[in-house]
């Protein structure tokens, strides 16, 4: 409706009550154009029509599911989805039981629509769960057994037509059982008159049930071994009678693994799943069992012993039985039991008999025990409150074919009781609705087809009471006598002729043909094999022979064949009385929900996906009584809506009712209606309005859809500026959150230093071994100042008890530490350092004798060279570029360093090494005194240092030096390895450190291009 509108007017109308020309010619003028769209749904208020599309189209995923959950019907474009949610929102909101009616001729894609409905409440309930796990599993494989069925039914159900590749040969009502949540809980299925001639017999062109031919292409080669069959349907006579077994729709062998799966989910046994396929297997080689005339008297003999005895295997009887059987029947009369030989004709017809019933039996059984597998009782769940119910009813469409028989008979008369049904209900539901609203109901003139109905069920003088009457008469009773019969009773009724009453009317033959004329058309039946069906009689000896079968199935499936030989037993009823029971039941039982409508169109018979035949649609909107849907919905009112949803969706059509309406709904909707200037075209009832004509309603969407835009910048503008001051106030808070955080962060981590540093001048290293805490951001820059004044504290607290004249030795031997940094274990450190050992005058002098030369040849280098200070002096071991040793003396001042030759008086050898020239120092780790001190001229200093005490100076030296260039602003690298590496005049050498003994001394010599120092043990 409304919904529906907005498709665009490319599409035509999604409503047909929103017409503005309500004639058949736009009816089909619309369906066509909303076909050739794509638009496969149309609404009649709130009965859809669906076009088969004769192509899979993607409007049934998740996303469609969503769009239409919980949705008025006319607040989306049309959809089957939208039906499915009305049945489903109508049952839980009102407690109330509803049906969906899906109607339409063979072909026009009812089964397809009820598996779509079926999928849907299937995705729309238990979404949120059960809060006990063993309920949702519950629940979740009973929606999982619904589905399946369908996928079991239509294998041993559907079969392939000149119409229809999937059509039903049965008809299928579903109830679904819910529970006072929503939830399925289980369900019951209801089968009608499955069409079994089909079983032995099918027109050119057309197909026997899926399952046969499923089993031969499907089964594996040992399983179709084991079953004494080939895989070629072309070779079985109940198989190959309508030609090309093949279908390019229908995948026989991957529904064939579709079923055992569906089998398996709605809790088959292997056992059982093994049987049906047998009793399919059986009847495939039934159907070639040949007779022949076993004696003078036509007596039927079998001709295959050994097809005979696979037949018997299969069904788990004896061979002899079976033959008998077959061959012969056993008649109880006064008292007394005759078997009476079968002639080839009547073999022929008992065995077609046998295998109708088998497949008809097995296919009830199939039903049955599908029930057992959904039935609410036997679900296991606990459910409390009212158990509702929403039917789904999937049944043959209305048929018209070249040769019509009893089965059309019937499945045409189910169709005028349903369309019967349909005006009724929908009758019922105006006048209802009218009623409650208070609004004047008017006569709607209709065709009321309950004079057809009458023809065929009416007692006494209908088709079906005459057939009746035909097949209860004593003597043998033809389909001719039973034509008469029609012909003397309904003479007068005016939709039923024949030969005999219209001899002029050269489409009829004599003695066969009979013609009613339906709602949806003329149909012409034939009476050939009328009586024989409604009849639907099979000799006792097969039911006793299958009840005494090993195989427990077919005993269950025929329990009547426990009765005795001679016991009495009531006529049963007829076929067609049958089948009109179970369809005035289930019309009753219709009856008493709340009706939806699916009515399916069928395009063309081509199967075609673009292809519309205008003649064979229009026949279908004529007898499916479309027109008459249209014209009571369109009766008094196009449309009609409540107040609230009236109000909700149109009042930004005037500025008295935008953004809010200060009053009541209806005052709202009156308000509406008059500054938009429509009020004489409306009623108001109690809780909704009514208004008459489409062009209204089209004049008030218009306005609508020009207000819409400026609506939805205003709304975007209001968003937009709310969404900005939200987050302006969010960032504003996020900002306090941080300030106030940072500022706990700096408090909590300046109590927590505090805690850490609080006894450290208590502590033996003055805190040095006390680990910093990570300070936050902000603080990085105060923690590090904090670190260095307790640097500087804990360096205060160590000094105070050190004399203030051994600071500057203290510095040097800090220095030295840092640069070994653990890799030498005796470097001096515990001594004293006098710096100048070869200046030590008098006692002290524990180095040089001759301390006046030294410092006599000091003060004339100092004079000269303008040095400050020694820092540095010691006799030393020289290894030189020329691989030859020396004893010298080595001088460290802050400007240069000196080799002196003590042996000539301390003489200078060469000029000063100045101190920057210095780039390294390199030790080992041993307690050696070698001192490699590295030159950027790659003329390196190797030296042993000695002294008479044999003193560690190695530290002593290594601190002067790093002290000393610290001063000048740069460091030095020092390696401490074994063994070590020098540079004598530009050449790379290696020194290596060799154990001697104690008397020899230290001394270097050349080992090949290495360099060894000969150190005494100690």
Known sequence: MAGSIHEGPEFGVGDFVLLHDLTLDAFMENLKLRYSKNKIYTYIGEVVVSVNPYKTVNIYDQTYVDEYKGREIYERPPHIFAVADSAYKTMKRQSRDTCIVISGESGAGKTEASKIIMRYIAAVTNVGGQKEVESQNEIERVKDVLVKSNVILEAFGNAKTNRNDNSSRFGKYMDINFDFKGDPIGGHINNYLLEKSRVVHQQTGERNFHSFYQLLYGAKDEKLKEYKLVRDPGKYFYVNQGGDPKCATVHDRDDYRSVMNALKVMGFSFAHAEALW???????????????????????????????????????????????????????????????????????YARDAFAKAMYDRMFTWIVGKTNEAIDPKASGIAYVGKNTVIGVLDIYGFEIFDNNSFEQLCINYCNEKLQQLFIELVLKQEQEEYQREGIQWQHIDYFNNKIIVDLIEAQHKGVLAILDEACLSVGKVTDEMFLTAMAQKLAKHEHFTCRSLNPSDKTLEHARDFR?????????????????????????????????????????????????????????????????????????????????YVRCIKPNEIKSASAFNDERVRHQVSYLGLMENVRVRRAGFAFRISYVRFLQRYKCTTPHTWPTFAGTDID?????????????????????????????????????SQKIPTIVLFLQKMWRGGNARRRAKKMRAIY???????????????????????????????????????PPSRLQGLVQLLQKVHGRWRANMILKDVPKPEWPMLRLKVLAAAAIGGRRSDWGSRRKWEGNYLAMAGTESKDNSNTADFVTKMNSLKSHDQFSKVLFS??????????????????????????????????????????????????????????????????????????????????????????HCHRMGREIKVTINKPVHCMLGSKRRTVIVRPTAVNGGATFKKEGN????MWPES
């Open 278 to 348: 047998k009793i399919v297997a059986a009847i495939l080689h039934l159907g070639n069992m040949d007779y022949v005339a076993a004696d003078d008297h036509d007596h039927a003999g079998v001709s295959d012993d050994k097809l005979l005895g696979n037949i018997a295997e299969l069904l788990s009887v004896t061979k002899e039985n079976l033959r008998k059987a077959l061959c012969s029947r056993v008649i109880a009369a006064g008292g007394q039991v005759v078997e009476k030989q079968l002639t080839v004709s009547d073999a022929v």
């Open 736 to 774: 306090l959150i941080m300030n106030r955080f940072k500022k706990y962060k700096i408090r909590e981590y300046i109590k927590n230093l505090v805690d850490k540093f609080r006894n450290v001048k208590k502590m033996r290293d003055y805190g040095k071994s006390v680990e910093w805490p990570r």
């Open 668 to 704: 709202g909707c009156k308000r509406i209606l008059q500054v938009l200037g429509h009020e004489g075209d409306v009623k108001y009832g109690k809780s909704k309005v009514f208004i008459r004509s489409p062009q209204t309603l089209f004049s008030i969407e218009e306005t609508r």
């Open 874 to 963: 010691c006799h030393v071991k020289k290894f030189n570029k020329n691989n030859k040793p020396a004893d010298r003396a080595i001088v460290i001042t802050d400007k240069l360093i000196y080799k002196l030759d003590p042996k000539k008086k301390y003489k200078a050898m060469k000029k000063g090494i100045p101190i920057s020239m210095v780039t390294g120092v390199s030790l080992t780790p041993g307690s050696d005194q070698l001192v490699i001190i590295h030159l950027s001229d790659e003329n390196d200093l190797v030296l042993c240092l000695q002294n008479l005490t044999r003193e560690e100076r190695v530290g002593e030296v290594l601190g002067t030096l790093c002290s």
């Open 1010 to 1013: 290495d360099i060894a120092l």
């Open 516 to 596: 009613i004329k339906h709602y949806a058309g003329q149909v012409t039946y034939q009476v050939p094999g009328f009586i024989d069906k409604n009849r639907d009689s099979l000799f006792q000896d097969f039911k006793r022979l299958l009840f005494n079968s090993e195989e427990d199935i077919l005993q269950l499936m025929w329990p009547e064949g426990a009765q005795n030989i001679t016991e009495t037993t009531k006529r049963p009823i007829t076929a067609g009385t049958n089948f009109k029971n179970s369809i005035i039941a289930l019309v009753d039982n219709l009856a008493t929900k709340e009706p939806h």
